[in-house]
């Protein structure tokens, strides 16, 4: 891992001893990757406002998140696969979107509708990817129908998203806003921005969607974490469902993506798991979310990574494959009775958790 100049370490935002606590964790990685490929690249299909889309997805690998280095969120190990030395240059950073195109061109029957581009960290930070670069890729997807770029609220502005909207594509930035909640956002995640600085984001988007060109539009997707550390069962629970009706009513917020905390390596919720002090969401909680926050006024999709495995979000094992496909489903169709087909014994497990796990008795089931 790059060594952290004191300007990264964001001291006095409040978070020194959790952040010192996940700088002494990932210390431990030692892993480097070459500047000139992604992360990960892979094609899907994927539901925005335009309807359902054929998807190219890019992990881009820059320099990684700048909080990150600073110790950052207790449940991101995103770090992990960045860059050693904390910079990519631009000629590199093309290098990594010219093997997407290539892997696109040999995997797909045509371009892809929907291009996603994710960093490890904020595509619109400049010192992750610079404007040069930045412009370079919207020229690149020009001829494509919608770009979503993830970002945290800080670097998001509308001169930045109309590089992009200016070629007519509808484009989206994606922020990891994990919950409306500050407390639990500061305190849970470790995460330091505040819900009307997301505010203030949805109105960049919305200043950039008003000045588009002709047929573009501009807008925010929200990411959710369900379950960070420290909190409950039920109260997640609570949690989410209160961040998607907050989301929803943000204009300029027309997708929201609530997704299940999983254990990934480096990372707090690591080090809580192996003490038997974490366990990550049931897959009933996610399908009751969905079901109650079925009427709100945005998109609202889950994408459970690992799910069924005891580092992801699970069920008991004999159920975990039908609600992942009942989520799926709903993803595609925001159609709340999907969930209506699903049942298995171990709900009633599922409903004791919800009534019973507490503060000091957590987790109460594996
Ligand atoms: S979740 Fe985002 S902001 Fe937090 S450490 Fe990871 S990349 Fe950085
Ligand atoms: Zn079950």
Avoid at 142 to 164: C, N, T
Avoid at 247 to 276: I, K, W
Avoid at 332 to 354: G, I, K, M, N
Wanted: net charge negative; aromatic share 8%; proline share 4%.
């Amino acid at each position: 891992m790059s060594k952290p100049t004191p300007d990264v370490y964001e001291q006095g935002k409040g978070m020194d001893a959790h952040n010192q606590v996940m700088r002494e964790i990932r210390s431990r990685k030692e892993a480097s990757y070459d500047p000139h490929e992604p992360t990960r690249v892979w094609l899907d299909e994927d539901n925005t406002p335009g309807g359902v889309k054929q998807s190219l997805t890019i992990i881009l690998n820059t320099g990684g998140c700048r909080w990150a280095r600073a110790g950052g969120c207790t449940m991101c190990g995103y770090v992990a696969e960045s860059v050693d030395g904390g910079s990519v240059s631009h000629d590199a950073l093309m290098d990594q979107i010219d093997v997407c195109l290539a892997h696109e061109a040999e995997n797909g029957d045509e371009p892809a509708e929907l291009i996603k581009i994710y960093t490890s960290g904020s595509f619109l930070d400049e010192r992750e990817v610079g404007a040069e670069t930045r412009k370079a890729i919207a020229e690149t997807f020009a001829d494509r129908e919608r770009i979503v770029l993830e970002s945290l609220p800080d670097f998001v502005d509308r001169e930045k998203i109309g590089d992009f909207t200016q070629y007519g594509i509808d484009t989206d930035v994606a922020i990891g806003l994990e919950t409306a909640t500050d407390r639990v956002r500061h305190d849970c995640v470790n995460k330091y921005f505040d819900f009307a600085d997301f505010e203030d984001a949805c109105a960049e988007a919305a200043a950039a969607d008003d000045a588009a060109a002709e047929g573009a539009d501009a807008g925010v997707k929200a990411y959710l974490l369900m379950k960070p550390p420290f909190l409950t069962e039920s109260e997640a629970i609570e949690d989410m469902i209160d961040s998607i009706e907050r989301c929803a009513d943000v204009s300029g917020c027309h997708t929201v993506s609530m997704n299940p905390c999983n254990v990934q390596r480096y990372t707090m919720v690591d080090e809580l798991y192996f003490s038997g002090g974490y366990r990550p969401p049931w897959l009933w909680s996610v399908a009751h979310v969905l079901e109650e926050t079925a009427d709100v006024d945005a998109i609202v999709v889950s994408d459970p990574v690992g799910h069924g495995s005891d580092r992801g979000p699970h069920n008991c094992g004999e159920c975990d494959d039908l609600v992942q496909k009942a989520i799926k489903d709903f993803d595609l169709r925001q159609d709340p009775s999907v969930f209506e087909q699903v049942s298995c014994e171990c709900e009633l497990t599922w409903e004791a958790v919800r009534e019973r796990e507490c503060g000091f008795n957590q987790p109460l089931t594996r």
